[in-house]
């Protein structure tokens, strides 16, 4: 049983539009979520992450969204930027446990 | 300075036989984690060390897997009887203490194929 999905398998946008990348999870008890971004043949990169009492974080391009009545986040990038092709990994933790449980990640494809 | 690194990058062995695979976190980091990743899946916990002692090892997936880090630094990974199942990318990550909002940096990972 899935406890963080990402439903969307892949995504492709034109540069300099916004690229919106979803995440759902099932566990209430996460408080602390996370976006990774990877590579191929390289490991995840942490990319922004936000706390449960948040609703919202910003960091540059980057921004997520938390609704927590709908379990429910997304990381928007904008504007897109070709070097931003990668699988983008949604990521979950609870407070009372260090392991983070990850969804199956998005493969976004930047065109120029 | 220099992140998370794994060895070796790649390693094919047969069914049935031992592997040994190594992380090497960043240095100072106290907590260190092993991940799984499948052919399209995202990473799957292993295993997560606070210094030396293993505090949480419910991802192993049975008796065939064992991890150890006896000083506290490097860990090792260990498959005894490889399956074909095995084979997947481990992701070894570290943190500086394992707290809840610390961010955990991955290496670049293992890619281990067993035939």
């Known amino acids: 049983d899935q406890q963080v999905k990402q439903n969307s398998p892949s995504l492709s946008v034109q540069e300099g539009r916004i690229s919106i990348l979803n995440c759902d999870y099932t566990?209430?008890?996460?408080?602390?979520f996370l976006w990774y971004k990877k590579y191929p043949a390289e490991g995840p990169t942490f990319l922004i992450s936000?706390?449960?009492?948040?609703d919202k974080n910003e960091d540059g391009r980057f921004t997520v969204f938390l609704n927590k009545s709908a379990k429910h986040l997304s990381l928007h990038i904008v504007p897109s930027q070709p070097g931003d092709s990668a699988v983008y990994f949604c990521?979950?933790?609870?407070?009372?446990?260090?392991?983070?449980?990850f969804g199956k990640g998005t493969k976004l494809t930047v065109n120029p | 300075g220099a992140g998370v690194s794994q060895t070796p990058s790649n390693k094919v062995t047969e069914k049935g036989k031992y592997v040994e695979l190594r992380c090497d976190p960043i240095?100072?980091?106290?907590?260190l984690y092993w991940y799984r990743q499948s052919l399209g899946q995202g990473p799957e916990f292993l295993i997560y060390?606070?210094?030396?002692?293993?505090?949480?090892d419910s991802g192993l997936p049975n008796d065939r897997f064992f991890a150890v880090r006896p000083e506290g630094s490097v860990s090792t990974l260990k498959i005894q009887r490889t399956e074909r199942g095995d084979s997947a990318v481990y992701l070894c990550?570290?943190?500086?203490?394992?707290?809840?909002?610390?961010?955990?940096?991955f290496g670049p990972g293992t890619r281990l194929l067993v035939l």
């Open positions: 566990n209430s008890m996460f408080d602390y």
């Open positions: 990521a979950a933790r609870s407070g009372g446990s260090e392991k983070l449980v």
């Open positions: 240095s100072g980091h106290t907590a």
């Open positions: 060390f606070q210094g030396t002692g293993a505090a949480d």
């Open positions: 990550a570290s943190s500086l203490m394992g707290q809840l909002q610390e961010t955990q940096y």
């Open positions: 936000i706390s449960s009492i948040k």
